[in-house]
């Protein structure tokens, strides 16, 4: 035999097993960096969301008929920024839900809703974010339509002049891929609006944000873009409350009671 072509078959297999552990490796290597993100996601919703938001209800026919039940009126699941009440407002403009920050506590006896213009303390943890607002619509048109019908709903300081414009794909853990359009722009206090589209068959979903004037920040944009890629509509919804699970807010710590006869602190 040539010692060469011998020599060759004496190392192949060593060859082999260097070259499968190789690839094994770099598999590890892969699922632990998608691993590491997902808990990094994860841990990063739970900083940085609410509770999902709870939109009116209405009565639905059993499927036998013989009674009644409540359910949303659309299927749509949303978690706004931390500090965001989950209950809406009554529609703006008959199509507009707003989202309100939390009330503030009393800074006196432990909760009392502060008095307006009393001192008062924030209810918890909060982001910039100081509103949410929601929108929908299963016009059959395109959803060029429906972001042009709902940007106009919206105070601008400058009427004439386009919102910054952005088209972002996101790939989220354990979620297909979604791509979400948004729209930015100011109003005449100089408050920053933050408009983000998303459309699944028939729906068209608009979620925006408001943030005061100088509290624009890297805070507020990942807080709203966390919010709006927690979106979920129709047949998403259920995948979306079991992950919504694993990064539910933290709840804050009860105030610790003083020893016996101690009075509370004021």
């Known amino acids: 035999m040539n010692p060469l072509l011998s020599k060759t078959l004496r190392i192949l297999p060593g060859l082999m097993l260097l070259s499968l552990l ?17 808990l990094k996601h994860f841990d990063d919703e739970k900083r940085l969301l609410d509770e999902p938001v709870e939109l009116p209800k209405k009565r639905v026919k059993d499927r036998s ?5 409540e359910e949303p009126i659309v299927p749509i699941f949303l978690r706004p920024p931390l500090g965001i009440g989950k209950k809406p407002s009554a529609p703006e403009h008959g199509v507009l839900y707003k989202f309100s920050r939390k009330p503030a506590v009393s800074a006196g006896p ?3 809703q502060a008095p307006p213009g009393q001192g008062s303390v924030p209810a918890g943890p ?10 929908w619509d299963t016009d059959k048109g395109d959803q060029k339509k429906f972001i042009d019908e709902i940007l106009r709903l919206f ?9 910054t ?8 853990p354990d979620r297909e891929p979604i791509s979400l359009r948004t729209y930015e722009f100011l109003d005449p206090q100089d408050n920053t609006y933050s408009v983000w589209f998303r459309s699944k068959g028939k729906w068209h979903v608009a979620v925006g944000f408001r943030i ?23 047949d998403e919804i259920p995948l979306a409350i079991e992950l919504a699970k694993r ?7 009860p105030p610790a009671s003083p020893p016996p006869g101690q009075p509370a602190p004021p």
């Open 22 to 38: 190789g690839c094994a490796l770099h598999d590890y290597e892969d699922k632990m960096k998608q691993t590491q993100m997902r």
């Open 65 to 69: 008929e013989k009674g009644f039940h």
């Open 110 to 112: 432990p909760g009392q």
């Open 126 to 135: 909060s982001t910039p974010v100081q509103e949410v607002y929601l929108a």
């Open 155 to 163: 105070p601008r300081k400058n009427p004439r002049t386009p919102p």
């Open 165 to 172: 414009e952005k088209e972002l794909p996101t790939q989220l």
């Open 212 to 234: 005061e004037k100088g509290k624009q920040g890297l805070a507020a944009e990942e807080a709203m873009r966390l919010s709006a890629e927690s979106l979920a509509i129709e």
């Open 247 to 253: 990064s539910a807010p933290r709840p804050e710590p």
